[in-house]
């Protein structure tokens, strides 16, 4: 998947997931099992949701993989990375309706997709013998 269309996917999900829970926190507790109480934190969850989609919103158009644009991916490499194996433990453990692996799905194919950034040169590998162009500047 290309970086620009990655991002832009990333965003949409996160801004989704950031509308869902803030404005309809006491569904997704209830939905989810939890005590009232939840409420609260789930909202907050709803900032870092909002956090995440501004920043791959604002960041799509930049260059991604290797070195470029590291901080932006690491951030959600690690946003679904944590998420994922918080989801896979709670659908472990029972804590979580049989939907939940749907949700973890989809943040694990996040964690693969930004695993994939930061892993990989944003362009083609040289193949064996090729070199760099040589750039003379005239002065």
Do not use: C
């Amino acid at each position: 998947m290309p970086p620009k269309t990655l991002m832009t996917t990333s965003a949409a999900v996160f801004a989704a997931l950031g509308a869902i829970t803030f404005f309809f926190q006491e569904e997704v507790v209830a939905a989810a099992g939890l005590h009232p109480t939840a409420a609260l934190p789930v909202q907050l969850l709803a900032g870092g949701f909002f956090a995440i989609a501004n920043l791959n919103w604002m960041g799509r158009g930049a260059i991604y993989g290797g070195i470029y644009g590291r901080p932006i991916v690491m951030a959600n490499l690690t946003l679904g990375f944590i998420t994922t194996v918080s989801l896979v433990t709670a659908q472990l453990g029972g804590m979580l309706p049989p939907w939940g692996w749907v949700i973890a799905g989809i943040f694990a194919a996040h964690t693969l997709g930004f695993w994939k950034l930061m892993s990989f040169p944003p362009w083609p590998r040289k193949n064996a013998g090729e070199s760099d162009p040589v750039v003379v500047d005239s002065v």
